[in-house]
């Protein structure tokens, strides 16, 4: 199965609502897990099962879909959320990536 | 807390040999599945294998399928990947991965250890 994500960057203002997408080549129903990862160190989850938010994430990020569209939606940027975020697929075997959508700062 | 660290990496040679390593503590090792995912310099995250926590059953990329094994030793809390016929484009950081216990997602993954694989 493969992820497609959009964009593959994008540059944003502290405060702007951000949205990210993920697009899956078949159905997957709501097995999708969202990280997101900063220079140097290893991925951080964020979301579970499309849009169940891990525990201690802020209440800012969420996330949507099922089936074969998905969206990340950060709702006012903070300086810490510059980082690249990663889609993740766990409906079936390979489990594979989106290829990563870097948020900048604009 | 729960840590998994990882161990073993550094460089090797095209065609040759290295076993990765990965010590868990802090949850119950024997109940969790385990996965390896790696990350070339500049690219982004690359399954490459995993296992079930009786190690039952393991699953591996197509890009390493025949090269690569995982194992684990459940009375040592360590994860194993044995790499062969290294390739320049294993070159990456691997890093050791706990699946939550639904399946949903990963929700611990250790710092990494890299790996260069060059003459």
């Known amino acids: 199965i493969q992820l497609t994500q959009s964009p593959s960057s994008l540059s944003a203002s502290v405060g702007d609502r951000v949205t990210i997408t993920c697009r899956a080549s078949?159905?997957?129903?709501?097995?999708l897990a969202w990280y997101q990862q900063k220079p140097g160190k290893a991925p951080k989850p964020l979301i579970y099962?499309?849009?169940t938010l891990q525990s201690g994430v802020p209440s800012r990020f969420s996330g949507s879909g099922s089936g074969t569209d998905f969206t990340l939606t950060i709702s006012s940027l903070q300086p810490e959320d510059f980082a690249t975020y990663y889609c993740?697929?766990?409906?079936?075997?390979?489990?594979?990536f989106g290829g990563g959508t870097k948020v900048e700062i604009k | 807390e729960v840590q998994v660290v990882e161990s073993g990496g550094g460089l090797v040679q095209p065609g040759g040999s290295l076993r990765l390593s990965c010590s868990a503590s802090?949850?119950?090792?024997?109940?969790?599945?385990m996965h390896w995912v790696r990350q070339a310099p500049g690219k982004g995250l690359e399954y490459v294998s995993a296992?079930?926590?009786?190690?039952?059953?393991?699953y591996y990329a197509d890009s390493v399928k025949g090269r690569f094994t995982i194992s684990r030793d459940n009375s040592r809390n360590t994860l194993y990947l044995q790499m062969s016929s290294l390739r320049a484009e294993d070159t990456a950081v691997y890093y050791c991965?706990?699946?939550?216990?639904?399946?949903?997602?990963?929700?611990?993954w250790g710092q990494g250890t890299l790996v260069t694989v060059s003459s």
């Open positions: 099962a499309a849009s």
């Open positions: 296992i079930s926590n009786n190690g039952g059953s393991t």
């Open positions: 991965v706990k699946m939550d216990s639904s399946g949903w997602s990963y929700d611990y």
């Open positions: 993740q697929q766990l409906n079936s075997y390979p489990l594979t």
């Open positions: 802090g949850f119950t090792f024997s109940s969790s599945g």
């Open positions: 078949q159905g997957i129903s709501s097995y």
